[in-house]
């Protein structure tokens, strides 16, 4: 029992009427609950004469009684659509969903003699009857919807283990995550992506995660390495800068480089470790790998070092690179030069995770050009903001991604794999107008 209390709610063939159901019967047990009271003692003390009963209720008190339960009813539906309107969704979710399965027919039926008057002798005709409907179950927890469903190695299995596109478009949700457990597959789906949306004063970076949505974090130290990709009027400056300072909240140390010298190579008059010349950016970056290898050595000569233990275990602070305009610095370097600077990147992505050394870097396009090597893999957290073209979008999660792209004109809008190849829609933090990064990371760098 416990088990089946935690899938959620049973869809079922009767559940095609769902909505219809839900409203009729709360609608008329409210009315009845309102109506009723006025008329007890009458109903109580009066014999049942038709006559009788029509002259009540036509009445003067009876018309009255019944205008001030139906303005009852009125104020019941006002007040359940405000304030129980997610219930309200739930129901319309599990009407969808009994039927998608009815009409795509993704169940069984057989023939059974209908009945008649006479129990001994039959009327000869034959009516359809469901013997197997799939089991699915609907549950929504803390803005997530879980929906699993059973798998059971029968003709319709392929359709049920591939309900990704059609639970998002229909549903009008993002896929989470995808799970397979035992005879069941769970579909975890952020529900009301827009309301998950959070502001820039939530962003908390603790035991290595960052926060970003509600229910979607950053777990740098399991899946280290940012991506972002997107263009002019996308949000993607103003979601760095607030990376940035959720980030200086914490003990970590940050390494800025800027290479157009725009709104991040402005945080130099503030903190320190913000470059935005060539050759300053290839001293950080050289900095940068060299204090990795350093820590990789100096962690094994550790007292309470532990095989598989990361650099958190023993107490040291995260240092993060964050690189903006990526292709744009590439573009400045001579051929050796790129050689170098992807040699040590490559190195970056690949042996950071455990020295706690990790790469946030950002460009309007993720060009194979400049991320070649199977480095662009090792970004395990990617973000694409704004406008972008499916090739760009190909480029940033996989030219085989099976996903529906649709842009809506919100800034901060995108969309985000977070690693574990599943992609969904993103709202960066939202930062107020009088909201002054240079204000606070001033403070907090000091």
């Given at each position: ?10 869809i ?26 006025f ?87 034959a ?15 803390k ?54 949306r ?18 979607m ?56 470790n ?79 995770r ?67 190849n ?15 990064f ?9």
């Amino acid at each position: 029992m416990k088990t089946f209390r935690k899938r959620g709610k049973r869809i079922r063939a009767s559940d095609v009427s769902l909505v219809f159901q839900f409203v009729f019967f709360r609608l008329v047990g409210v009315w009845l609950a309102s109506f009723i009271p006025f008329h007890l003692s009458f109903l109580l003390s009066t014999t049942w004469q038709l006559d009788l009963f029509q002259a009540h209720f036509i009445s003067r008190y009876g018309l009255i009684s019944l205008v001030i339960s139906l303005v009852m009813v009125a104020c019941y539906i006002f007040v359940y659509y405000r304030y129980r309107y997610d219930r309200i969704r739930q129901v319309i979710h599990r009407q969808k969903l009994a039927k998608m399965i009815m009409e795509n027919g993704w169940y069984e039926t057989k023939q059974v003699q209908s009945g008649s008057f006479f129990k001994d002798i039959p009327n000869g005709k034959a009516k359809d009857k469901i013997s197997h409907f799939p089991k699915m179950y609907y549950r929504l927890e803390k803005g997530l919807l879980h929906i699993q469903t059973e798998i059971t190695l029968g003709k319709y299995q392929e359709q049920l283990l591939n309900l990704e596109n059609k639970l998002e478009s229909g549903l009008y949700c993002e896929l989470v995550s995808k799970e397979l457990h035992d005879s069941f597959v769970e579909y975890i789906l952020l529900y009301d992506t827009i309301n998950s949306r959070i502001s820039i004063n939530e962003v908390i970076a603790q035991n290595g995660s960052l926060k970003l949505m509600d229910a979607m974090y950053w777990e740098y130290d399991k899946l280290p390495h940012m991506l972002i990709a997107g263009g002019t009027g996308g949000g993607k400056t103003y979601f760095i800068l607030t990376l940035i300072e959720a980030l200086l909240k914490t003990d970590a140390k940050l390494y800025i480089l800027d290479p157009k010298n725009a709104d991040l190579a402005d945080l130099a008059t503030v903190m320190p470790n913000v470059y935005y010349k060539k050759e300053d950016m290839m001293m950080c970056i050289d900095q940068f790998y060299a204090d990795m290898m350093a820590r990789s050595e100096e962690m094994k000569q550790m007292p309470n070092y532990k095989i598989g233990e990361n650099y958190a275990y023993l107490g040291l602070s995260p240092h993060f690179l964050v690189f903006d305009e990526y292709v744009a610095f590439m573009e400045m370097l001579a051929s050796k030069e790129n050689t170098l600077v992807l040699t040590k990147l490559k190195q970056i992505v690949m042996l950071g995770r455990q020295a706690g050394f990790f790469l946030i870097l950002a460009c309007q396009r993720p060009d194979a050009k400049y991320l070649g090597d199977g480095i662009r893999d090792q970004f395990n957290f990617r973000v694409a903001l704004g406008r972008m073209s499916e090739l760009g979008y190909g480029m940033m999660f996989g030219s085989d991604v099976q996903k529906q792209f649709f842009l809506k004109q919100i800034k901060g809008r995108g969309y985000v794999d977070k690693g574990d190849n599943v992609i969904s829609e993103f709202y960066t933090p939202l930062v107020p107008k009088e909201h002054d990064f240079l204000n606070e990371i001033a403070k907090l760098a000091q």
